[in-house]
């Protein structure tokens, strides 16, 4: 069985452009949350979605950081307009009710913001 | 203000020894800890769970003991290995009334087994 699939592994933008994260849950999970993960911060949650509804997203550091889950499968983490502060590895992951508190999380996308 | 800490950024351990990482937590309400962990260039994964309820939790060469009183947990690997090698973070949640919580991560303690 697949696990979560994160596209594109690597990014490398420059300030000011638009930069879009995506996100394959594992199938019939119904909670999907996004991480970021820097050296200063560690791995620090940034929103996460129950059955596609946004639960909590005090972790979302501005406004400049938008995340959506139009349906069960995907899910998008969007930064707009990057600032070179936001290079980071950005990780999903996602869980079900029944696993506990296990996160099952994707490989991540590595950000460089130039 | 972190509410879980690993306050060891490494170790360093000899093949056949054994590993002890330790975390140590703020947050009186939390009540299940896990362990992952994570290789380079991969996403962490998970390895260990317990529930306040227990105070040690087994699984082969991996145990993790939980001191509520002292708020400490610890994750022993007997013995250690080089495939070990990696990062390790301590998780911690507060499972309110059948809702998942979050998961709140320490920094990450790297170990490194050394043939």
């Known amino acids: 069985d697949a696990g979560v699939i994160q596209s594109p592994r690597h990014e490398v933008t420059e300030m000011g452009q638009e930069v879009t994260l995506r996100c394959k849950p594992i199938?019939?999970?119904?909670?999907l949350f996004w991480y970021r993960q820097t050296m200063m911060r560690g791995l620090e949650l940034l929103i996460y979605f129950n059955n596609n509804v946004p639960i909590d997203d005090s972790g979302m550091p501005e406004d400049r950081f938008s995340a959506k889950m139009p349906n069960a499968s995907f899910s998008t983490l969007k930064i707009q307009p990057s600032e070179p502060r936001d290079s980071a590895v950005y990780f999903c992951?996602?869980?079900?009710?029944?696993?506990?508190?296990?996160?099952?999380f994707g490989p991540g996308t590595r950000l460089l913001v130039l | 203000d972190q509410q879980v800490k690993q306050n060891s950024p490494s170790l360093s351990v000899q093949e056949g020894r054994i590993s002890i990482l330790n975390c140590d937590y703020t947050n009186s309400m939390f009540d299940y800890f896990l362990w992952y962990k994570k290789y380079p260039a991969e996403g962490p994964t998970f390895l260990i769970s317990i529930s306040s309820i227990k105070d040690k939790n087994e699984d082969g060469r991996f145990t993790v003991f939980l001191n509520k009183s002292a708020k400490h947990l610890s994750l022993h690997i007997v013995p250690s290995q080089p495939g070990d090698s990696a990062v390790y973070f301590c998780?911690?949640?507060?499972?309110?009334?059948?809702?998942?919580?979050?998961?709140?991560f320490g920094k990450g303690t790297k170990l490194s087994v050394k043939p």
């Open positions: 998780a911690a949640s507060a499972y309110y009334g059948g809702s998942q919580g979050n998961l709140i």
């Open positions: 992951a996602s869980s079900f009710v029944g696993s506990g508190e296990t996160q099952y």
């Open positions: 199938s019939g999970h119904d909670y």
